[in-house]
Nanobody, 125 residues
Framework: QVQLVESGGGLVQAGGSLRLSCVASGRTFSSYGMGWFRQAPGHERKAVAHITWSGGIKYYADFVKGRFTISRDNAKNTVYLQMNSLKPEDTAVYYC??????????????????WGQGTQVTVSS
């Protein structure tokens, strides 16, 4: 069992930055691929980024490439999402998720085994 707790969300102006953190419980954090998703009101949950268990490979959705960076610190059981050049359309609840499987299904909600409760990110214009 893995429990995930996100933090770092908030209100920011367009063009600003935020860094989200997700702390995992348990001793097997380094065994999991980790992803970030987001969900805006009335929209489906969408994959934002994924990082493999070692941190060696990262994947990004096209709409955040060049602006967001995913990273992890296995010693701290933490995965991060650095978000720069934020836009109003980035407004959403952001979720971290853990996957015991490989990264081939990184864009799929059902490709993940554990989810956090989410953190709200609001970008004002």
């Amino acid at each position: 069992q893995v429990q995930l707790v996100e933090s770092g969300g908030g209100l920011v102006q367009a063009g600003g930055s935020l860094r989200l953190s997700c702390v995992a419980s348990g001793r097997t954090f380094s065994s999991y691929g980790m992803g970030w998703f987001r969900q805006a009101p009335g929209h489906e949950r969408k994959a934002v980024a994924h990082i493999t268990w070692s941190g060696g490979i990262k994947y990004y959705a096209d709409f955040v490439k060049g602006r967001f960076t995913i990273s992890r610190d296995n010693a701290k059981n933490t995965v991060y999402l650095q978000m720069n050049s934020l836009k109003p359309e980035d407004t959403a609840v952001y979720y971290c998720a853990a996957s015991i499987g490989g990264p081939s299904g990184w864009r799929l909600v059902n490709g993940y085994d554990y989810w956090g409760q989410g953190t709200q990110v609001t970008v004002s214009s």
